[in-house]
């Protein structure tokens, strides 16, 4: 009973800051969708096979929106939400960075994570005149199986955002760099890498490869995406756990210096 009101109230406040950003999360959706057309509709139009290149490449939009948003979170959660003065009332809540990010992931996942994949599906589908049927046979299971995964990839860029920025002067400026360095990784196809079970370490890489594996596009076998995807679930999650522990012992002996 404790845990149906512990994940209520989780869903609760999910909900009300989904409702407090609803502007820029249409913004953020329709943004995605413009840059994942500017920047992979000329890849997909231009290849030899262009229903596989749609498989392989589209599922990466739901990830790496995803990324974005838990890095813009974790910033938010130590920047915009100290000076209204809403990051105390969250800590006297006993809402961390972590439980921030957590309560606001399913409306997030399905408004900036499926909605603009699903968008851009339509598009260049239509497009192209391949039609939709491959992107309605996925496997439903596998698709559901995703979500831990590109859970543990969002919540670890918002903790670990968070924590940079707290401890680095020019984090911004740093976590600019980082993020476009995922966003590059995550639309490579783990095949690629040169040493095997490395998407497990790379945040979200296992995520979007779990997703082409929905639509049997996954470029690496099935036995090894299961070890690497469980190893990457584990590993993000407790890494996010121990980071928003550090941030909360951060600001609790040294508080949040405001900077713009």
């Given at each position: 009973?404790?845990?149906l009101?512990?994940v209520?109230r989780?869903?609760?406040?999910?909900?009300?800051?989904f409702?407090?950003?609803?502007?820029?999360e249409?913004?953020?959706?329709?943004n995605?969708l413009f840059?994942?057309?500017?920047?992979?509709?000329?890849?997909i139009?231009?290849?030899?096979?262009?229903?596989?290149?749609?498989?392989?490449l589209?599922?990466?939009?739901?990830?790496?929106?995803?990324?974005l948003?838990?890095?813009?979170?974790g910033m938010e959660?130590a920047v915009w939400l100290?000076?209204?003065g809403?990051l105390d009332?969250?800590?006297?809540?006993g809402?961390?960075?972590f439980?921030?990010?957590?309560?606001t992931f399913?409306?997030?996942?399905?408004?900036?994570?499926?909605?603009p994949?699903?968008l851009?599906?339509?598009i260049?589908?239509?497009y192209?005149?391949?039609?939709?049927?491959w992107?309605?046979?996925?496997?439903?299971?596998v698709?559901?199986?995703s979500?831990?995964?590109?859970?543990?990839a969002?919540?670890?860029a918002?903790?670990?955002?968070c924590?940079?920025y707290?401890?680095?002067?020019?984090?911004r400026?740093?976590?600019?760099v980082?993020?476009?360095?995922?966003?590059?990784?995550?639309?490579?196809?783990?095949?690629?890498l040169?040493v095997?079970?490395?998407?497990?370490v790379?945040p979200g890489l296992?995520?979007v490869?779990?997703?082409?594996l929905?639509?049997?596009s996954?470029?690496?076998?099935?036995?090894?995406?299961?070890?690497?995807s469980?190893i990457?679930t584990?590993?993000f999650t407790?890494?996010?756990i121990?980071a928003s522990?550090?941030?909360e012992?951060h600001?609790?002996?040294?508080?949040?210096?405001?900077?713009y």
């Amino acid at each position: 009973m404790r845990l149906l009101k512990e994940v209520g109230r989780a869903l609760l406040i999910g909900y009300g800051m989904f409702r407090m950003h609803l502007t820029s999360e249409v913004s953020s959706s329709l943004n995605a969708l413009f840059w994942a057309l500017l920047l992979l509709a000329p890849t997909i139009l231009f290849t030899n096979e262009a229903s596989t290149a749609v498989k392989v490449l589209l599922p990466a939009i739901v990830v790496a929106n995803m990324l974005l948003l838990g890095s813009g979170l974790g910033m938010e959660y130590a920047v915009w939400l100290v000076g209204e003065g809403v990051l105390d009332d969250l800590r006297l809540s006993g809402v961390s960075v972590f439980y921030y990010t957590a309560s606001t992931f399913p409306l997030e996942l399905v408004v900036i994570g499926f909605l603009p994949f699903i968008l851009s599906v339509l598009i260049i589908s239509c497009y192209l005149g391949i039609g939709l049927a491959w992107f309605l046979s996925f496997n439903p299971f596998v698709l559901v199986a995703s979500i831990p995964v590109i859970f543990a990839a969002e919540v670890f860029a918002s903790t670990a955002s968070c924590l940079l920025y707290l401890k680095n002067p020019f984090s911004r400026s740093l976590s600019g760099v980082i993020q476009i360095a995922l966003l590059t990784i995550v639309f490579i196809p783990p095949k690629y890498l040169p040493v095997a079970f490395l998407d497990a370490v790379v945040p979200g890489l296992t995520a979007v490869e779990v997703l082409r594996l929905a639509y049997g596009s996954n470029t690496i076998p099935a036995g090894n995406l299961v070890a690497s995807s469980t190893i990457s679930t584990i590993l993000f999650t407790a890494l996010s756990i121990l980071a928003s522990r550090a941030v909360e012992n951060h600001i609790s002996r040294y508080g949040v210096e405001a900077r713009y």
